[in-house]
């Protein structure tokens, strides 16, 4: 493997206490992800108002998920949202996931809202339709998911890479400087389970229960680790390793 490629991590969010004894907080969980692809986590709490002065801080940028919804009139989300906005027009490689993923669209020019069809927990299923040349040739996916808001208008230059029934633009990419996923490459089942029952009375039962049958014997093998490959491969690609 290449030198490790260091990523600025604009950490959105913390996991609360009991989801976060289940497998690490997501700073525990991001380097667990990514590090075995040789990615280096820097981190930058956002929402305490930590952000790169300079984009050389970093190789290359990353946005976590949130709790929270990407249209909130919050000063951190649109100091993240500038910071965005920074980064693309540099042609930095940016990277989103889930709240990342929806933020770095609205950033740019496109629209999020509260998805018609409510959540999407557990492992749900994408059709590749446009495969981006840092991907593998298969034409499907399985992420780990947890997310009300979707991503409903892509900004222009954008193109859908993955798509799903329930989820139209399930990842995306700008160009070779911008790729998001709308799902979760860090998480593990575990945590899935416990996220899901912890907000069971806002999720729903049924929701909840077709979520947790999703991870259960006979159920599509998650494809975390693939994902993560193919954002590090995105990277060294973008920076010419």
């Known amino acids: 493997m290449s030198d490790p490629i260091t990523v600025g991590l604009i950490l959105c969010d913390h996991l609360d206490p009991g989801p976060a004894a289940v497998a690490g907080d997501y700073p525990d969980l991001f380097p667990a992800a990514f590090a075995p692809h040789g990615l280096e986590l820097q981190v930058y709490e956002a929402t305490l108002g930590e952000l790169?002065?300079?984009?050389?801080?970093?190789?290359?940028?990353?946005?976590?998920?949130?709790?929270?919804?990407?249209?909130?009139?919050e000063g951190w989300i649109t100091a993240v949202s500038d910071l965005i906005v920074r980064i693309e027009a540099a042609r930095r490689p940016l990277a989103g996931i889930c709240f990342g993923h929806q933020l770095t669209a609205r950033a740019l020019g496109g629209e999020v809202a509260r998805a018609e069809v409510g959540w999407g927990v557990g492992g749900r299923s994408f059709d590749v339709v446009a495969p981006a040349p840092w991907m593998d040739d298969g034409d499907r996916f399985t992420l780990l998911m947890s997310h009300r808001d979707q991503v409903t208008r892509l900004p222009d230059g954008a193109e859908v890479v993955a798509t799903a029934p329930y989820c139209r633009i399930g990842a995306y990419r700008i160009g070779d400087h911008v790729f998001c996923v709308q799902g979760h490459p860090e998480f593990v089942p575990d945590l899935s389970l416990a996220l899901m029952e912890a907000r069971r009375e806002i999720i729903g039962d049924a929701v909840v229960d077709a979520g947790v049958a999703s991870l259960g014997a006979g159920a599509p093998p998650l494809d975390q680790d693939r994902v993560a490959g193919w954002i590090s491969e995105f990277y060294?690609?973008?920076?010419?390793?």
Do not use: I, K, T
């Open 236 to 241: 060294r690609r973008a920076l010419g390793r």
């Open 52 to 73: 790169p002065e300079d984009l050389d801080e970093c190789d290359v940028w990353m946005v976590s998920g949130s709790r929270r919804s990407a249209y909130e009139d």
